[in-house]
């Protein structure tokens, strides 16, 4: 079994930063790409940002230039920088991972999530 575990959200006033960061846990080979989601009160979940093993990045269009994600294969750890925070960037960030299990099965896995919320 593979757990998701996540850390550092909290409250921080507009113009401030956070950094989010998830560890995978458990029976994992290989980790492929992992991924920070978010959703807002009564709106769908979406995504923020994703990285390949070879940390090859993508980011939804809101957040370029001032969100960064980044990972430490090692440590089975996905990081998000988070710079310059909006009110509209206040939402349940949840991580996700892509993983191969140590039995060779490959499965998607989701963290619990973490408030991040920003006072205007």
């Known amino acids: 079994q593979v757990q998701l575990v996540e850390s550092g959200g909290g409250l921080v006033q507009a113009g401030g930063f956070l950094r989010l960061s998830c560890a995978a846990t458990?029976?994992?080979?290989?980790?492929?790409?992992m991924g920070w989601y978010r959703q807002a009160p009564g709106k769908q979940r979406e995504l923020v940002a994703t990285i390949t093993h070879g940390s090859i990045t993508n980011y939804q269009d809101s957040v370029k230039g001032r969100f960064t994600i980044s990972r430490d294969n090692a440590k089975n750890t996905v990081y998000l920088q988070m710079n310059s925070l909006k009110p509209e960037d206040t939402a349940v960030y949840y991580c996700?991972?892509?993983?191969?299990?140590?039995?060779?099965?490959?499965?998607?896995?989701w963290g619990q999530g973490t408030q991040v919320t920003v006072s205007s």
């Open positions: 458990g029976s994992i080979f290989r980790i492929n790409a």
């Open positions: 996700n991972a892509d993983v191969l299990t140590g039995g060779l099965s490959r499965k998607e896995y």
